[in-house]
């Protein structure tokens, strides 16, 4: 692939690494961390079930002056608050289900170390040096903001800002600006979605001033090697924590040598700039290959408003699990709006997700299928005979899922990814009431056991597929189908020998997607 040689050998082929943002600690988590950790769960679910050795990483961002801010508010010295933040998110992961390979924490000492490094190696190659910083820095933000860039003289973002003069170390950006245009040229696919690159691209074009990378007006950071009155700028100290999750400084660890580059980084829009800018350049001049992409998602808001804690209408993702379930939660956030969109939270599009996709599509096709099977051939996969034209055609678009959702998943198109298993449901949905296997089964029981078998299989590949995006109510689906756990990856999706078993006795059916019967939040 272009741009990929270099000094350092490469990932493996079959290594697959994945990112959340790590979390700021000055605040409980809400829905669009969930939403950002929930996306890269599909994302490392589904390259599991691809074969793939997955390291899937996510974590808290403990140090800078907003976290200090947020301890002193709380009256409690910094490390005992981010502990106790920190904390939080390791919860909302936990009941998320989440499948994350590793949790790292800026103010563990594997990082600090790894940081330290960088800084160091950066000073050696000469792309750090100290000056004085005078200008508008964004505590809420945490970034520093030209006097041009102010409206009203608030950050882009509506944040306060503040005047800050102090010595400072430099990093050399300005010196990146071509390397950096050259590698959003050579590699098109490192920032998605398109409309996002673009936005990149005409912002670097404009011009990079060196990136002030010290404080000194407080301490709750990293201290820079060999000057502790400065501590390291908390984006240097936490795009960081990509790589020394992996060991970094020490480039010669198993994980190291497998996962770096990162294949994506997912973030949200507000953080691409830190991600597809500042971390390449970081890299590139510290000798390191950059990330081999970085998408950015959109935003949620909430019934149509900004969500922020000053309006009071914080969506607290673990009360939304509670009220519609985890994998109805999963399932809407993903499938709502097409990832790299902004999407709107409201209860009558969650409802509607849950009942009208889940209980009456999905559900309905599993349930009506498997109570027919308990019912009519003695609780066993029945035995088909010769399919005809319409059995060839519900099986062929089963079969072509997979190769569409596959393409789509190389771009983390989640919902489109979705949208491509409804078809397929929706076509099982028609071919069931087509075909009426209730009323073959005293006409033609040979009939209606090759239909049955033909909805069962295609339910099979479903089922295989969901599980990256709802992964308990698809594991149900396949404990009911009795498919073994050794044969639930995509290897098995078009292998004859791991299709159903004619005569496989199958367990009582259970409906797994219940419909919203509750009190809405
Ligand atoms: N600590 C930095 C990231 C450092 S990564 C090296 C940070 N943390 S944060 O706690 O503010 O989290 C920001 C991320 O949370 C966003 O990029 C996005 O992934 C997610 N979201 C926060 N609010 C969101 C919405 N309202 N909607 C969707 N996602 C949003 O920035």
Same mark, same amino acid.
């Given at each position: 692939?272009?741009?990929?040689g270099?000094?350092?050998?490469?990932?493996?082929a079959?290594?697959?690494?994945?990112?959340?943002?790590?979390?700021?600690?000055?605040?409980v988590?809400?829905?669009?961390?969930?939403?950002?950790?929930?996306?890269?769960?599909?994302?490392?679910?589904?390259?599991?079930?691809?074969?793939?050795?997955?390291?899937?990483?996510t974590?808290?961002?403990?140090?800078?002056?907003?976290?200090?801010k947020?301890?002193?508010?709380?009256?409690?010295?910094?490390?005992?608050?981010?502990?106790?933040v920190?904390?939080?998110?390791r919860?909302?992961?936990?009941?998320?289900?989440?499948?994350?390979?590793?949790?790292?924490?800026?103010?563990?000492?594997?990082?600090?170390?790894?940081?330290?490094?960088?800084?160091?190696?950066?000073?050696?190659?000469?792309?750090?040096?100290?000056?004085?910083? $005078?200008?508008?820095?964004?505590?809420?933000?945490?970034t520093?903001?030209?006097?041009?860039?102010?409206t009203?003289?608030? *950050?882009?973002?509506?944040?306060?800002?503040?005047?800050?003069?102090?010595?400072?170390y430099?990093?050399?950006?300005?010196?990146?600006?071509?390397?950096?245009?050259r590698l959003?040229?050579?590699?098109?696919?490192?920032?998605?979605?398109?409309?996002?690159?673009?936005?990149?691209?005409?912002?670097?074009?404009? =011009?990079?001033?060196?990136?002030?990378?010290?404080?000194?007006?407080?301490?709750?950071?990293?201290p820079?090697p060999d000057?502790?009155d400065?501590?390291?700028?908390v984006?240097?100290?936490?795009?960081?924590?990509?790589?020394?999750?992996?060991?970094?400084?020490?480039?010669?660890?198993?994980?190291?040598?497998?996962?770096?580059?990162?294949?994506?980084?997912?973030v949200?829009?507000?953080?691409?700039r830190?991600?597809a800018?500042?971390?390449?350049?970081?890299?590139?001049?510290? =000798?390191?290959?950059?990330?081999?992409?970085?998408?950015?998602?959109?935003?949620?808001?909430?019934?149509g408003?900004?969500?922020?804690?000053?309006?009071?209408?914080?969506?607290?993702?673990?009360?939304?699990?509670?009220?519609?379930?985890?994998?109805?939660?999963?399932?809407?956030?993903?499938?709502e709006?097409?990832?790299?969109?902004?999407?709107?939270?409201?209860?009558?599009?969650?409802?509607?997700?849950?009942?009208?996709d889940l209980?009456?599509?999905?559900?309905?096709l599993?349930?009506r299928?498997?109570?027919?099977?308990?019912?009519?051939?003695?609780?066993?996969?029945p035995?088909?005979?010769?399919?005809?034209? $319409?059995?060839?055609?519900l099986?062929? $678009?089963?079969?072509?899922?997979?190769?569409?959702?596959?393409?789509?998943?190389?771009?983390? $198109?989640l919902?489109?990814?979705?949208?491509?298993?409804?078809?397929?449901?929706?076509?099982?949905?028609?071919?069931?009431? *087509?075909?009426?296997?209730?009323?073959l089964?005293?006409t033609?029981?040979e009939?209606?056991?090759?239909?049955l078998?033909?909805?069962?299989?295609?339910?099979?590949?479903?089922?295989?597929?969901?599980?990256?995006?709802?992964?308990?109510?698809? =594991?149900?689906?396949?404990?009911?189908?009795?498919?073994?756990?050794?044969?639930?990856?995509?290897?098995?999706?078009e292998?004859?020998?791991?299709a159903l078993?004619?005569?496989?006795?199958?367990?009582?059916?259970?409906?797994?997607?219940?419909?919203?019967?509750?009190?809405?939040?």
């Amino acid at each position: 692939m272009q741009g990929r040689g270099s000094e350092i050998p490469m990932a493996s082929a079959d290594a697959f690494y994945v990112t959340t943002p790590i979390y700021y600690v000055n605040d409980v988590p809400h829905i669009g961390h969930a939403y950002t950790t929930l996306a890269c769960d599909a994302i490392a679910r589904f390259a599991r079930l691809e074969g793939r050795r997955v390291h899937f990483l996510t974590g808290t961002d403990e140090h800078g002056q907003k976290v200090e801010k947020a301890a002193a508010d709380a009256g409690v010295a910094p490390q005992a608050f981010t502990d106790r933040v920190s904390g939080r998110f390791r919860e909302l992961a936990r009941v998320m289900a989440v499948s994350n390979d590793d949790f790292i924490r800026t103010t563990e000492p594997r990082h600090l170390a790894g940081v330290q490094a960088l800084w160091r190696e950066l000073v050696r190659r000469d792309q750090i040096y100290l000056g004085r910083y $005078a200008g508008w820095y964004s505590v809420r933000d945490e970034t520093y903001f030209a006097e041009s860039e102010l409206t009203g003289g608030m *950050a882009p973002t509506g944040a306060p800002v503040e005047w800050v003069e102090e010595p400072s170390y430099f990093f050399r950006l300005s010196a990146w600006q071509e390397p950096l245009l050259r590698l959003y040229e050579e590699r098109p696919d490192f920032i998605l979605p398109p409309s996002r690159r673009n936005e990149v691209i005409s912002f670097v074009k404009g =011009g990079l001033q060196d990136l002030s990378v010290s404080r000194t007006s407080f301490s709750w950071g990293i201290p820079v090697p060999d000057d502790p009155d400065h501590v390291v700028y908390v984006w240097l100290d936490a795009l960081t924590n990509y790589m020394t999750a992996l060991g970094y400084p020490n480039t010669e660890t198993e994980a190291y040598r497998t996962f770096w580059p990162a294949d994506v980084h997912v973030v949200g829009k507000d953080i691409l700039r830190f991600h597809a800018i500042f971390w390449p350049a970081f890299l590139l001049a510290a =000798g390191l290959q950059p990330p081999r992409r970085v998408f950015a998602h959109g935003w949620w808001t909430n019934e149509g408003q900004k969500i922020s804690k000053s309006l009071g209408n914080v969506i607290d993702p673990v009360q939304l699990i509670e009220a519609y379930g985890l994998d109805q939660t999963r399932y809407f956030l993903l499938r709502e709006v097409p990832f790299g969109n902004d999407g709107d939270f409201s209860r009558d599009a969650m409802v509607t997700r849950m009942n009208h996709d889940l209980a009456n599509d999905y559900g309905n096709l599993v349930q009506r299928v498997l109570s027919m099977i308990q019912r009519n051939c003695d609780a066993r996969v029945p035995a088909p005979g010769a399919y005809d034209d $319409a059995d060839h055609r519900l099986i062929a $678009a089963a079969g072509d899922m997979l190769a569409r959702v596959r393409a789509a998943m190389a771009e983390q $198109a989640l919902s489109r990814s979705l949208e491509m298993v409804f078809e397929v449901i929706a076509s099982a949905n028609r071919y069931v009431d *087509a075909q009426a296997p209730w009323a073959l089964r005293k006409t033609d029981p040979e009939r209606m056991a090759t239909v049955l078998y033909v909805l069962a299989e295609v339910i099979r590949r479903l089922a295989l597929v969901t599980q990256a995006f709802m992964p308990d109510a698809s =594991g149900k689906i396949l404990d009911q189908l009795a498919v073994p756990d050794d044969v639930r990856s995509l290897a098995s999706f078009e292998d004859v020998a791991s299709a159903l078993q004619p005569g496989a006795a199958l367990p009582p059916p259970s409906g797994v997607f219940p419909r919203f019967a509750g009190q809405a939040l």
